[in-house]
């Protein structure tokens, strides 16, 4: 008897029809043979209801009210499912946050999972019941309801699965698994049956939105197989698991895209040591994530400096950046708000070379031209024009033989 | 520095915008001196939103599941009212049910307070703080989530004002306070200053909505004075206390009516010990409330037996005695759904006599005939056709006085 830990997102679980949908394969899985605690999130929509009424209250919202606030949508999910399954037959309890419990620490709105205590949940498994807990929220120390920020709710499954030692953990989705890139750009991406969590990581991170960074962090931590797949169809998702032989042959698993970045270039900056703090610490303080830094090399003592952020905070980096260019007596500021990010993951380019150059050269040959380079063991990334974006993804998507049959 | 606790109902706390008028409220009672407790229902209308849910994923709702459901309500007005507050400039904190504790016994959807804990509270009013509670959900002696029924946070507030040896408690609502009769009926009914917790309960058993009735035997029991008062203005309203010498010149308080009643006769019934227990244990089995019962004198070894029930109860209640009535050899079974109780009710009539005689006059003047009487020491009640009630409520309120100037 295998133990299974589902989550169901918010569209999984968006109307009591839905609901009762969930539960009928909750049911199926159970019926087979399976231990199951699910994990849901609050019914589509209902989260944004919540924060607005917040927002309305208080601007910006105390965070610890804010939590008692949208906690709410969860509990709502967990008794709907509980009364779903007991209709069909199926004994079933859900369990709150505090119910578990589910500890995390204080920090209300972004709370972090510290301990999950499973004695509770394991007597309610062995009297024959499916457990029902909702994702997303917790409880401190002194007894405080917390959530874990939007998208939590992965995250809560991935630790009830690693603190009950399940077997797998299935998030359910309304995809059918991770892709070797966006079908609305390339009809021919492919779905991927395995992929390491590592590539993941930096799948998510760039942009594929499907599973929640922090909960990928967890499984890796703890090695819980993730599988991603879908609600509503029976075919196999894509299964995230600690890296394996197979993984190695495969050079590029996949290509993301991001869209939401601006970029900053100081001019003509003296190169000398702490200047590069003075900028980005202040950058860091208020909370705006730099993501690449090129600095030119330097010419009669001066430099150019670039870094790429986030396309919603370029008016609040340049309102912090542009006294202290002043201040160190740069020569201007130039901002481009054009910009994207285009990259390729893959575990297998720590054993192949030559990767990244033919990145560039398929680039190249469509005339996109490059404005910055990282790269990491797993992954290249490059800035381009804006403009360009769909026609790079299809182009590298090409180029490392991503189209065709599920392996 | 006393100690208000203060209840605000649904239509009092019905948006975002009603909520900072409460918030105002409750800041000006802080402001000139006193620690205040506040209990709050859901938003007008999002009780009603969770049943409807849990009645169409199950017919009836899980008990333990639909307490889950519904308690989320009041969890969204006890945040949002904190954080208005904290707009305010002034401190507050929310405390759910399971964070005070309220503990209460396992019967979900109708759970009675067993005991709260007030340490947690006291804590952070010593702090400086108003704390915020939910009305009407607790917490059972395992941990789950139990909810006190509908109207139930007039309960919570007294209970807490009790556990709190609170000065007083205040219940907010959309009228004025306890009026001598409906005012739809009688203009000139008058807003009643103070009356005995005895008389309230009448009141509210007999139809005036404006308490619910648990509330006010707490009350009685714990001795708490309840000040009943309008959200929207700042008049005193009624304040429901223990009896004193003032209330027992008042020889009818109030006239009260109840138009949701039904009358069942059953004709022509052996007159033996064990008839009314065969008739009527069934019918309490069925949760239907029997509120008069009348047996006319035998003749030859048969009598009448008429009893009243809620008229939407009519129909299940014919269900369970005809078969009775064939069984015990009755000749009929005569119901009719076009009838109503009016009652006059009084602390005074202990001590005066002809009260009774009065009010069956007074209706004889004109033309209303009586169908069944019931009395207890503070009221009588006169069953009538339903089509007189409003004239039956004018006549009393006037034969009794009732009208002019508040006292």
Redesign the interface.
Known sequence: MALVVQKYGGTSVGS?EK??HVASRVKRTRDAGNDVVVVVSAMAGETNK?VD??N???DP??P??????V??GE??T???L???L??MGQDA??L?G??VPIHTDSVYAKARISRIENAKIFDNLKAGKVVVVPGFQGIDET???TTLGRGGSDTSAVALAAALKADSCEIYTDVEGIYTTDPNIVPEARKIPKISYDEMLEMASLGAKVLQIRSVEFAKKYNVPLHVRSTFTETEGTWVTQEDEDMEQVVVSGVTYDKNEAKVSILHVPDRPGIAAKIFGPIAGASINVDMIIQNISIEGFTDLTFTVPRTDLTQALRIVEPIGKEIGASEIVTDDSVAKVSIVGTGMRSHSGIASKMFKALAEEGINIMMISTSEIKVSCVIESKYTELAVRVLHQAFDLSGETV
């Open positions: 009591t609901i009762k919540l009424l917040c309305q209250m208080m919202p105390d610890r009210e804010y939590d008692v606030v906690s709410t509990q709502v967990i008794g709907l509980a009364m779903a007991k209709t309890i859900s709150m505090f119910q007894g405080n309801v």
